[in-house]
């Protein structure tokens, strides 16, 4: 899930607004009976730019915010009066 949210996310997330974008422009200009903005016009180079940039801000600001947690992991496991210890990272 981590990685969902901090790397595919972001590099797709500018894509996906800008096609938004295109869907709005489009039914506004067919309402308007205009031509609308067409799907060659698609700037490629720089909705992955964008988005290269926003996975790395992402990136280098949870680090900041705290980084990852450091140490081993622990599996869950049951002590000795038979209570179930949850696993993590310890």
């Known amino acids: 899930m981590r990685i969902l949210i901090e790397y595919i996310l ?3 997330l500018p894509t996906a607004l800008w096609l938004l974008w ?4 489009q039914s506004r200009a067919r309402r308007l009976g205009q ?8 700037p490629i180079s720089w909705l992955l730019a964008a988005g290269v940039v926003l996975t790395l ?6 680090a900041m915010r705290g980084g990852y947690a450091t140490g081993s ?3 869950a496991h049951v ?3 038979g209570h179930l210890v949850p696993g993590g990272i310890r």
Do not use: K, M, R
């Open 10 to 12: 972001p590099i797709f």
């Open 22 to 25: 295109l869907i709005f422009a």
């Open 57 to 62: 801000v992402i990136t280098i600001g949870g």
């Open 35 to 42: 031509t609308g903005p067409g799907w060659q016009s698609v």
């Open 79 to 81: 002590d000795e009066q």
């Open 73 to 75: 992991y622990q599996p």
